[in-house]
């Protein structure tokens, strides 16, 4: 069964550096989401993505993160001038789009980030 | 305010028990999905199983059902027959609307834990 991929597993970077996150949707899915969970809390939405360009965004999603899908397979998270309080469980998830509205989101294994 | 409301932080059920886990949800839109999803400790978020707000039958996938009761906006997982393996966090989930992204919300889980 297809399955969305993220790299890498666990990421560790210095407080102020910019880090990556790397994912690959599902190949015919079409809307691809950023999620993020800090240890011990809820799943929060930081990211919606559709036709090369962001659909919707939360209040978390400031100007410190941005996304991208640089060809046809990868959609990456950035985020610059980490801080501490980012380190979290960040999840990418794809969706087939489609006239109805029951097709679940699939999401990756994540990668965990820690901002030392 | 709460979209989605699990009351439940923790659950404990005797291993081939039932269980039933609680979820509430507020919405003002007339359609809607609600999801289940697990997160084992190994940290991926795995779909259970999905209920429509126009579905008239409650969802079914192997050992999960959903009680689904709209006019009290609750969404309550049935796990039958509990495994060892079901220990986990549960997350009940809830997308809006027809259009747009579809961003789905979390509620802030519930861990079940089953006893041999």
């Known amino acids: 069964e297809p399955e969305v991929t993220q790299t890498p597993s666990h990421q560790v970077t210095q407080m102020g550096q910019e880090v990556i996150l790397r994912c690959v949707p599902i190949?015919?899915?079409?809307?691809f989401y950023w999620y993020r969970q800090i240890l011990g809390q809820k799943v929060e939405f930081l990211v919606s993505f559709y036709n090369n360009e962001i659909s919707e965004k939360s209040e978390i999603f400031d100007d410190q993160f941005s996304v991208e899908r640089p060809d046809g397979s990868n959609f990456t998270l950035k985020i610059r001038s980490t801080k501490l309080e980012d380190s979290a469980m960040y999840f990418c998830?794809?969706?087939?789009?489609?006239?109805?509205?029951?097709?679940?989101?699939?999401f990756g294994d994540g990668t965990r980030l820690s901002i030392l | 305010a709460q979209k989605i409301t699990q009351t439940q932080p923790g659950m404990f059920v005797q291993e081939k028990e039932a269980v039933t886990l609680d979820c509430t949800y507020d919405t003002s839109d007339q359609s809607y999905g609600l999801f289940w999803y697990k997160q084992p400790s190994s940290g991926e978020m795995i779909f259970l199983i999905y209920?429509?707000?126009?579905?008239?039958q409650n969802a079914t996938e192997g050992r999960y059902s959903l009680n689904f009761q709209k006019a009290r906006k609750s969404a309550n997982l049935v796990i039958s027959a509990s495994q060892l393996g079901d220990s986990a966090m549960y997350f009940c989930?809830?997308?809006?609307?027809?259009?747009?992204?579809?961003?789905?919300?979390f509620g802030a889980g519930t861990r079940l834990f089953v006893k041999a």
């Open positions: 989930a809830m997308r809006e609307g027809q259009t747009g992204g579809f961003k789905t919300i």
């Open positions: 998830a794809s969706r087939h789009t489609g006239v109805f509205s029951n097709q679940p989101q699939h």
């Open positions: 190949s015919n899915h079409l809307y």
């Open positions: 209920q429509g707000s126009y579905d008239e």
